[in-house]
């Protein structure tokens, strides 16, 4: 199986380090996260095709587009990692798909579930999005990961303290998924 791996928002953070809060950057996270999971799939013999950092969530259709990427390479799947922001009560982690592209809600199904096995955050389920260009114009299939709130204190320290976790849980999540 190829994976494109997608840490959510620009590079370095320029333009848009994407949701802030709690002195950490989603960006970051995101990022770290990512390159973690790569090292869990490429252990377990998963092929990462690319770890491409973007703000393509919306894409308006000026320069190169990470889907663009993703499509060329022969990927399977393609997983975008995040981190939520909304008030500081907002908490717990969720998976954005589309279901209409092949079998995305039961990847983003392991993923979650292993997500929330192991970090024990609050369980906010798998969304339907069509409207993200990462999920839609993909094709294959896509899924979002809102790993957990930047903006609440406790999801915070779960952000800066657990990238590993995290991390090991996704790549568990997308072996789950090609044993399927």
Same mark, same amino acid.
């Given at each position: 199986?190829?994976?494109?791996?997608?840490p959510g928002h620009?590079?370095?953070?320029?333009?848009?380090?994407?949701?802030?809060?709690?002195?950490?950057?989603?960006?970051?996270?995101?990022?770290?996260?990512?390159?973690?999971?790569?090292?869990?799939?490429?252990?377990?013999?998963?092929? @990462?095709? *690319?770890?491409?950092?973007?703000?393509? #969530?919306?894409?308006?259709?000026?320069?190169?587009?990470? !889907? +663009?990427? &993703?499509?060329?390479?022969?990927?399977?799947?393609?997983?975008?990692?995040?981190?939520?922001?909304?008030?500081?009560?907002?908490?717990?982690?969720?998976?954005?798909?589309?279901?209409?592209?092949?079998?995305?809600?039961?990847?983003?199904?392991?993923?979650?579930?292993?997500?929330?096995?192991?970090?024990?955050?609050?369980?906010?389920? @798998?969304? *339907?999005?069509?409207?993200?260009?990462? #999920?839609?114009?993909?094709?294959?299939?896509?899924?979002? !990961? +809102?790993? &957990?709130?930047?903006?609440?204190?406790?999801?915070?320290?779960l952000l800066a303290?657990?990238?590993?976790?995290?991390?090991?849980?996704?790549?568990?999540?997308?072996?789950?998924?090609?044993?399927?």
């Amino acid at each position: 199986m190829k994976v494109f791996l997608n840490p959510g928002h620009a590079p370095n953070g320029n333009p848009d380090p994407g949701a802030c809060g709690n002195g950490l950057r989603e960006c970051d996270i995101a990022k770290e996260v990512a390159d973690l999971v790569e090292k869990y799939l490429v252990a377990a013999g998963v092929e @990462v095709v *690319e770890n491409l950092q973007s703000d393509n #969530l919306y894409y308006d259709g000026e320069g190169p587009c990470v !889907v +663009e990427e &993703a499509n060329a390479c022969g990927a399977d799947i393609f997983v975008s990692i995040h981190c939520n922001s909304a008030t500081p009560a907002a908490l717990g982690t969720e998976t954005l798909c589309y279901a209409d592209r092949g079998n995305a809600g039961k990847l983003a199904h392991c993923i979650q579930d292993q997500i929330i096995n192991s970090l024990g955050t609050v369980d906010r389920g @798998v969304k *339907e999005r069509p409207g993200l260009v990462v #999920l839609r114009m993909t094709d294959m299939p896509a899924v979002l !990961v +809102e790993l &957990a709130f930047i903006s609440n204190e406790g999801d915070a320290a779960l952000l800066a303290n657990d990238k590993d976790e995290f991390a090991r849980a996704i790549a568990r999540g997308i072996t789950d998924y090609e044993c399927m």
